[in-house]
């Protein structure tokens, strides 16, 4: 069945790594913008959000922006601002990065939404945890600027537990995207084991749940290694 998934793998793949990077980029940012002021209005409304965000599912988010941004958005200008499935127009032939990328917005912004809850959350209690530890005092009473006080020490010790949220969450987006791609008509793994379950085909299914474990077991492998990146105290 490999003829079959590996496609099918590349689309899920491509799509998983984008909504990482954008995950981790923004949760993580948000992370660190609530944790300097907690109990202030941005601390409130990074939380509130992180919350709303996270109870928000995938088929909910995903039909809400194919209703705003196809059907609405039609009526009201003419035509929609992105398509609402596929990867590329019917009959399109060859590669074209920005056709793809325009097809690929809604289906990362429904992957990315609970990531970015989840990183922001856990960012802003780790940061908060180690911001009142004896050590960045002391830093802080030898002269060190705050700014590198925050970026040489607190963020590096603050990514130790993020590490560990960071492999299962990519691992989750590359193989487990199963709504994502059944509702927007995405060609990847998931919209493959549905269809394959709809039909039966067990092959299919064994084939694509092997590869899928087999993803959770590099990526977590590769997370081990980078905890000694991350943490200098732990030796490989």
Not at 171 to 189: D, H, Q, R, Y
């Amino acid at each position: 069945v490999w003829p079959n998934l590996k496609d099918a793998l590349v689309n899920s793949v491509r799509l998983g790594l984008v909504a990482s990077a954008v995950g981790i980029t923004i949760g993580l940012s948000l992370g660190v913008f609530a944790a300097l002021r907690p109990g202030r209005l941005r601390d409130s409304v990074v939380n509130t959000g992180a919350l709303i965000g996270y109870s928000v599912q995938p088929f909910i988010s995903a039909v809400l922006l194919q209703l705003f941004f196809s059907v609405q958005w039609a009526k009201w200008f003419g035509s929609p601002l992105l398509p609402t499935s596929g990867m590329y127009p019917p009959g399109h032939k060859g590669f074209n990065l920005v056709l793809m990328a325009k097809y690929m917005i809604m289906p990362v912004i429904v992957v990315s939404i609970q990531s970015i809850a989840a990183y922001s959350r856990y960012m802003r209690a780790s940061l908060l945890d180690v911001l009142t530890s004896d050590y960045l005092r002391t830093a802080r009473a030898k002269g060190i600027s705050e700014r590198r006080v925050l970026v040489k020490h607190a963020l590096r010790n603050a990514l130790v537990p993020i590490v560990t949220v960071l492999g299962l969450t990519t691992a989750l987006m590359i193989g487990g995207a199963v709504v994502t791609e059944t509702v927007f008509g995405l060609p990847g793994v998931g919209n493959l084991v549905v269809n394959a379950v709809l039909r039966r085909d067990y092959p299919v299914i064994q084939g694509a749940l092997l590869i899928i474990a087999a993803l959770y077991v590099l990526i977590n492998f590769a997370i081990d290694l980078l905890y000694a990146v991350v943490d200098p105290r732990v030796k490989v």
